[in-house]
């Protein structure tokens, strides 16, 4: 059984930077692309950032695109999302989620692509 569990979130003001932790276990990390999304009350879930199972590959909405970095380190089973020059905006719960191998980097924009979810971690900016 897969788990995926973030960490990182809080409250900080407009400009500021946060980075987000996803510790994942339970199958080989390594083999497993993975993903950000956000959500906030009353609407869908939204793509942030993917990444290739090997690293090398890296994908981002439009909206955080030069102010997000997402990377990986495979020795700790571990993904970031690290978050500069926040904006109220970028408020949001934070999901990391785990993607399904059998499916290829073409869909890791989507909800669907992905296999496993954590319960996510709420990211405030201020104005």
């Known amino acids: 059984q897969v788990q995926v569990v973030e960490s990182g979130g809080g409250l900080v003001q407009a400009g500021d930077s946060l980075r987000l932790s996803c510790a994942a276990s339970?199958?080989?990390?390594?083999?497993?692309?993975m993903g950000w999304f956000r959500q906030t009350p009353g609407k869908e879930r939204e793509f942030v950032a993917a990444?290739?199972?090997?690293?090398?590959?890296?994908f981002y909405a439009d909206s955080v695109k030069g102010r997000f970095t997402i990377s990986r380190d495979n020795t700790k089973n571990t993904v970031y999302l690290q978050m500069n020059s926040l904006k109220p905006e970028d408020t949001a719960v934070y999901y990391c989620?785990?993607?399904?191998?059998?499916?290829?980097?073409?869909?890791?924009?989507?909800?669907?692509?992905?296999?496993?979810w954590g319960q996510g971690t709420q990211v405030t900016v201020s104005s």
């Open positions: 339970g199958r080989s990390f390594s083999s497993s692309g």
């Open positions: 990444i290739m199972r090997s690293g090398g590959g890296t």
């Open positions: 989620a785990w993607a399904d191998p059998r499916l290829g980097a073409a869909v890791l924009s989507q909800p669907r692509g992905y296999d496993y």
